[in-house]
Each structure stands twice: as structure tokens, then as C-alpha cells.
């Protein structure tokens, strides 16, 4: 599978991208470019995959990749409900143009 790179290392990509989704999660809609816009989908749609199985291997497969316990309950006991009945596709992109400093292309990410 591929994967974008970000222009980072591999610990500053993964850090980065643990951040976007465990805030993702949190507040349910971010802003931030189209290409981590894109790898954070994967990553959130695997998150709430494994919160929907509600097993205990599968909280701490969460809980070991995102940054925030609170996030994982809610994760856990909210989120997995709302989407109990849909096969996948727990996220939407929206673009919304480029960012005023230096043109990179900006978009909205959120939960369904």
C-alpha cells in the first residue's frame, strides 16, 4: 500500500499523524492540507474499525497509538455506536482552497 511521506522522517511523520487523528477524533473536524487530510482518513477509519469490534485487544490497539485516554473512551463508547451500522467510509474531505501563506492546498476533514 502506498503512502505519502509528508516531507518528514519516519518518527516526525508517525508522531504527526498520531496528533491529527487523536485531535480528529477529539473535536470531529479539522482543517489542515490535502495530503495529511488524506493519510489521516486511513488512519482514523482504522481507529474507529477496531473501536466498533469493542474488544479489549482492540482498546488497547487504540489506545497505543492514539495520545489521549479520553479520546479512546470516547472513541469507544460514542463513536463506535454512531457507526455501528456502516460498512466504512467514517470520513469526508472537503477541500476548501489554498492556505493565504504559501498556497498550499487547505481542507476540512471530519467524521460523517
Avoid: C, N, W
Amino acid at each position: 500500500m502506498s503512502y505519502g511521506k509528508l516531507g518528514r522522517t519516519t518518527a516526525e511523520r508517525r508522531a504527526l499523524l498520531r496528533s491529527l487523528v487523536t485531535s480528529l477524533l477529539a473535536k470531529e473536524r479539522i482543517v489542515t492540507t490535502e495530503a495529511k487530510a488524506r493519510e489521516i482518513k486511513r488512519l482514523a477509519d482504522k481507529m474507529i474499525t477496531l473501536s466498533k469490534r469493542g474488544t479489549l485487544h482492540a482498546r488497547r490497539q487504540t489506545a497505543a497509538f492514539l495520545l489521549d485516554e479520553d479520546v479512546v473512551k470516547k472513541l469507544f463508547d460514542t463513536v463506535s455506536a454512531r457507526y455501528a451500522h456502516r460498512p466504512g467510509g467514517y470520513t469526508r474531505i472537503i477541500r476548501v482552497g489554498p492556505r493565504k501563506g504559501d498556497s498550499a492546498p487547505m481542507a476540512i476533514i471530519e467524521l460523517v
